[in-house]
Every structure is written in structure tokens, then in C-alpha cells.
């Protein structure tokens, strides 16, 4: 309850400074009033079509998120246990780290239909992060445990959910932590740039180009509470997980 109270006062320490800049300024097209966007974010969640904007969206990211998650892994894992591949697949980590968003998001209009490029824009924002933490993860396994579980007997598999995932698992969620984030930016700016259909990042480009700046804040809004909410249940998920493993 006392984190609760500091949170919540941390958000209402903010959402009175943004008063405060809305009254200095004193233009609402520039700068709206708290309240004229929290009021048009409830409007907006009466209305069928921002709900389908926030479902269409979610299914992008996630699966970008799921997809960059799992490639991440795979190429960890082989990274890990071989040199020649790691100096093989090394500089194309550090290529997909160095690349703007902006450019994995032109590159994927010209690749791919303009409904996939969020997704895949997603994706390599996910793949180098969780690609790197991973095999920091698999690397720093204590050996000596690895040798103790196979003198007392211990299955592959029993050595791989006991010692290997618990050892991984703090890297893989400091991982998961930075790559939600990040996925959800990148889904977002994406649909921003290529709009097509209902999606929140179409919603944020038709405010953009009517100057609806209470719609814009508002949409950014609902952006953010939704990340947040999609950062903290997969963390939970994660630490679930990871505790019916132990």
C-alpha cells in the first residue's frame, strides 16, 4: 500500500506539472488540460473502434515480441556454445543494435504488406536484446554446479530446469523488462508511419494530420497505461513461470 501511495502520488506530482505548462502556455491546441484528455480518453473507451484499435495493435506487438523472443533464444543458444558462430552471427547483433527504428520501418515497407511491418519492426527491436542478455545468461552458468548435478546423478533435463534456467532466468527477464517496452515504441511509430486499418498508431496519425492535438495526447495516453500494464503482466508471467521451474 506505501509503494502504491508513492506511485500514485508520483503521477499526480506530473499530471500537475502538465497543468501548470497547459496554464503557462495557453493554448490548448499546443498544449491541452489534463482533464479535456483524461475526458476524451473515457469518451474513447465508450467507442468500438478504439477497443479495435488497441486489440490490433496488441496482436502486432505480441506477436513481433513473441516472434523477436524466440529467435532471440534460438541464436543465444547457439552463439553461446560455439566461438565460430558467435564471430559468425556477431556483427549482425551489432548491426540490428546501430540501426535506427526508423530505417528497420522504411526497409520493412519496401519487404513486406504494410499490415506486417509493425510487427516485424517489433521484432528486431526484440531480437538484439534478448539475443545478447541470453547468452550473457547461458555463459555465466557455474560449471561447477553443472559437474555437481551430473555426480549426483542428475537427467539433462532435470540439470536444465534446476541449474541452467534459474542461472539464465535473471538475464533473460532484465531481457523481457527493456524489450517490451521497446517493442510496444517501435509497434506504435511503425503503424504511425504506415497507417492501415484501426490501430492506435492510425488513430495518433489522423490526430496528427486534423491538429486534434486532445485527441493526440489522448491516444499517447492509453499508448502508455497500456505498456505499462503489458511490461508488468509479462514480468509476472515470467516469474511464474520461472517459479514452477524451481
Known amino acids: 500500500m506505501k509503494k502504491l501511495f508513492y506511485s500514485a502520488a508520483c503521477v499526480l506530482f ?4 502538465w497543468q501548470i505548462i497547459h496554464l503557462a502556455v495557453s493554448e490548448a491546441i499546443l498544449v491541452p488540460s489534463p482533464l479535456s484528455v483524461f475526458k ?33 533464444i534460438f541464436l543465444a543458444v547457439l ?3 560455439s566461438s565460430l558462430l558467435k564471430n559468425l552471427f556477431g556483427p549482425v547483433l551489432h548491426v540490428i543494435k546501430s540501426t535506427p527504428v526508423a530505417s528497420f520501418i522504411i526497409l520493412a515497407i519496401l519487404w513486406l504488406s504494410v499490415e506486417n511491418v509493425p510487427a516485424f519492426t517489433a521484432m528486431l527491436i526484440v531480437l538484439p536484446t534478448v539475443w545478447a542478455n541470453t547468452e550473457k545468461g547461458i555463459v555465466s552458468v557455474d560449471k561447477d554446479l553443472l559437474q ?7 537427467s539433462k533435463k ?40 484501426e490501430s492506435m498508431g492510425s488513430a495518433l496519425h ?41
Not at 555437481?148 to 546423478?153: E, L, N, Q
Open 206 to 246: 489522423d490526430s496528427k494530420i486534423y491538429f486534434e492535438t486532445v485527441d493526440t495526447f489522448a491516444w499517447t495516453v492509453a499508448v502508455i497505461i497500456l505498456s505499462v500494464v503489458l511490461e508488468k503482466a509479462l514480468l509476472w508471467f515470467t516469474a511464474k513461470g520461472g517459479r514452477k521451474n524451481a
Open 14 to 17: 506530473w499530471i500537475a506539472v
Open 79 to 81: 552463439t553461446a556454445k
Open 40 to 72: 476524451r480518453l473515457f469518451e474513447l473507451c465508450a467507442e468500438k473502434t478504439f477497443w479495435l484499435s488497441v486489440a490490433t495493435s496488441l496482436l502486432r506487438v505480441l506477436s513481433g515480441l513473441f516472434f523477436g523472443t524466440v529467435l532471440g
Open 148 to 154: 555437481m548435478g551430473r555426480a549426483f546423478g542428475l
Open 158 to 197: 532435470e540439470i536444465f530446469l534446476r541449474i541452467t534456467v534459474p542461472s539464465v532466468k535473471p538475464f533473460f527477464a532484465a531481457a523481457l523488462n527493456s524489450a517490451v517496452g521497446m517493442a510496444w515504441k517501435a509497434g506504435i511509430a511503425a503503424e504511425v508511419i504506415c497507417p492501415h486499418g
